[in-house]
């Protein structure tokens, strides 16, 4: 009778661990799909115009055109007017301004490198900056095979300007209704610093946007205009695009823009659970300044869905339509959904984002704390009851 007893509670506690088991499963898909279909933000509606075909041409013309953006060559100076000319096909009058300085490798004489500014919609006196490096390293310090070769950039560089260009003409289709002067900011020299090595001997990372900080006076009115917010675009048309949470972003504009793409539909790009990493990058200097900026990156150093960071395989072959029309349509609909002047809009988000918070992934955390509540323990105290009377027979 005993025996019957103990056969009886042992396998309802089988039943009991499973059921546990599975309720956690359930609790984590539940989690996990109302996160991603219920966001704090919900985004205007308002017709996308960017197009990815276009902005594949820019990433094209850039790498393949132009070829190596490599400071001091006359392709760096190419992709230079090749800016220039296309913003005055979006507006023959627009303003544009260089901001010039020089770097001296230990090797040769010093370089000329030059930061490009264009405005748009100018006559606000509130700033929104979108920026994004346009050199390409001078040596591929990461190939397996040949690591002097020039990288060709087109995700390192050639992708975030050719969303910025794309942005250019979608915004001045839109100016009467934009309530913001916007900046194309296209940096200079970000690309040369040491990783396994140097690309050029004694340059740093993102010398151009660090210099262009060191100035910024020079280039609006302090006394009558100030900056809305920073917004960098750095590897944003590779394939397989999946941001991370880049920790010196300002969090509350980073986490707007994760809800924006969340609410397109965009899940995979911005996961629920991104990874995080600080990263040195052109809007750090942004955010030093006081200004709120956010860092659009991928995970460049480990993620096998895109491991040609600093390869010559940084080529057009690895970057996709589908990344780069879910970083312009993005940033387009936070655009929208800030700063388009409509009385039929009334948009609630963490807009003016000058309160940082550490943006800490409390869904991990939850999901952690369900897996070891419903799933480990269980199993434990199971192990732990049953284990040794089948050790002592």
Known sequence: ??????????????????????TGVVLIIIFNTILLTNNSIQNIEIELDFNEENAYIFV?????????RIPGTPEHQESINYFISEFQKID???????????????????????????????????????G??????????????????????????????????????????????????IWFLFFDAEDQGRDISWSIPGWGWCEGSNRFVDNIDNFYNSSSEYFECMILL????????????????????????FQVGRQLGYTTAFPSSPVSQPIIDDH?????????????????????????????????????????????????????????NSSEYNYQGNYPWNLDTVFIDYNLYFQ????????????????MKYLP???KT
Not at 60 to 68: L, M, R, S
Not at 369 to 383: A, D, L, N, S, Y
Request: aromatic share 12%.
């Open 1 to 22: 009778m005993s025996l019957m007893v103990n056969n009886y509670k042992k396998s309802f506690n089988i039943f009991l661990l499973a059921s546990l088991i599975i």
């Open 60 to 68: 094209k013309n850039q790498t393949e055109d132009i070829g190596n």
């Open 92 to 130: 023959s009058n627009v303003s544009y301004y260089f901001h010039n300085f020089t770097l001296d490798p230990t090797y040769i004489n010093p370089i000329n490198c030059s930061n490009l500014l264009f405005k748009l919609n100018e006559g606000y006196d509130n700033i929104v900056i979108l």
């Open 132 to 181: 994004a490096h346009y050199d390409s390293r001078a040596r591929a310090t990461k190939d397996p095979i040949n690591q002097t070769a020039p990288v060709p950039g087109a995700n390192d560089g050639a992708s975030g300007c050719a969303v910025l260009l794309e942005l250019a003409r979608v915004f001045y289709n839109k100016r009467i209704n934009l309530t913001c002067e």
């Open 234 to 257: 750095d590897m944003v048309g590779g394939t397989n695009l999946r941001f991370i949470n880049e920790q010196y972003s300002t969090s509350t504009l980073l986490n707007e823009l």
């Open 284 to 340: 750090q200097p942004f955010v030093e300044y006081g200004i709120p900026s956010a860092d659009l990156i991928i995970n460049f150093w480990s993620d096998s869905n895109w491991p040609y960071h600093h390869t010559t395989s940084d080529d057009l072959s690895h970057i996709s339509n589908t990344s780069l029309m879910i970083t312009g349509r993005t940033v387009e609909q936070f655009i929208y959904n800030i700063f388009f």
């Open 368 to 383: 952690i704390g369900i897996i070891f509540i419903f799933i480990v323990c269980p199993i434990i105290i199971f192990v």
């Open 389 to 391: 009377s089948q050790t």
